[in-house]
């Protein structure tokens, strides 16, 4: 198993910004590409950035420019850097990985969802 713990979210002046970060911890052999996904009230749940272990990264039209994710393979930890928030992106931020852990001397990989962590809440208001 492995744990995914989210912090730095808050709330926020429209124009502000935000850096959110997810630590890995677990039996874990590896972990590959991570995310964050964001579900705002009365909508489904949307990605936001995904970055590989690579280090290759991908973010939303809707945060292009204004959001920047980056990771640590040796913390094991992602980081969303939010800048210009907007009202609009006021919602939940998950964190999501894929990896690889331990079960005994077994190596198990993750089920099609990935693991989730608890969420952080980002208000974007003045």
């Known amino acids: 198993q492995v744990q995914l713990v989210e912090s730095g979210g808050g709330l926020v002046q429209p124009g502000g910004s935000l850096r959110l970060s997810c630590a890995a911890s677990?039996?874990?052999?590896?972990?590959?590409?991570m995310g964050w996904y964001r579900q705002a009230p009365g909508r489904q749940r949307e990605g936001v950035a995904d970055?590989?272990?690579?280090?290759?990264?991908e973010c939303a039209d809707s945060v292009k420019g204004r959001f920047t994710i980056s990771r640590d393979n040796y913390k094991n930890t992602v980081y969303l850097q939010m800048k210009n928030l907007e009202p609009e992106d006021t919602a939940v931020y998950y964190c999501?990985?894929?990896?690889?852990?331990?079960?005994?001397?077994?190596?198990?990989?993750?089920?099609?969802?990935?693991?989730w962590g608890q969420g952080t809440q980002v208000t974007v208001s003045s």
């Open positions: 999501n990985a894929d990896a690889s852990t331990y079960s005994g001397l077994v190596v198990v990989t993750a089920g099609p969802e990935g693991y």
């Open positions: 677990g039996s874990i052999v590896a972990v590959y590409t």
């Open positions: 970055i590989t272990s690579g280090g290759s990264a």
